[in-house]
């Protein structure tokens, strides 16, 4: 979320935090895989978002009211089902892409947020496809540049469709 989101809102969804957790969590496992398993970084992950020093890491005025504080189950059952069901939603990524492109063409942070976002469509059908779809969009907005933007956006409601 950008610094004037953050200033108007005094708590963001946990939910969002939730999904954004479970994207820093597949990312640090894809780029750190022969280092930790998905269980030490799910920790230390959460960790990270209990810290004291979070809002000063993120330059937010420690006088703010905002909380940066993710549904913790909500997290651990995203990273769950992605970790567990990545062969599957690996294919439904790969279906989707060009024939001339693989999915380990993709960058590192894109893969993790499709995967997070493909499982929650996928796994999570009490949360509306369009809310999914808007929300990794909008981390999307936050984290990749414009050309992945529309590509997150038009994957991801090609595939809510289906």
Known sequence: MS??????????NTKSIA????????????????EYDINSILIRVKEFYKGPDLKSDHDIDKKNPIKLKPSYGYLEELVKYTHGNLSEIDQIITN????????????????????????ELRYFPETPKKVV??????????????KEIGFVNSLLHKYSLS
Request: charged share 25%; hydrophobic share 45%; net charge negative.
């Open 3 to 12: 610094n004037q989101q953050i200033n108007t809102k005094s708590q963001i």
């Open 96 to 119: 989707h892409l060009s024939k001339d492109w693989d999915i380990n063409d993709l960058p590192t942070l894109l893969r993790a947020l499709l995967r997070v976002a493909i499982c």
């Open 19 to 34: 999904r954004i957790a479970a994207i820093q969590v597949l990312y640090q496992f894809a780029s750190l895989k022969e």
């Open 133 to 146: 779809v808007n929300e990794y969009t909008d981390i999307a907005n936050d984290m990749l540049d414009e």
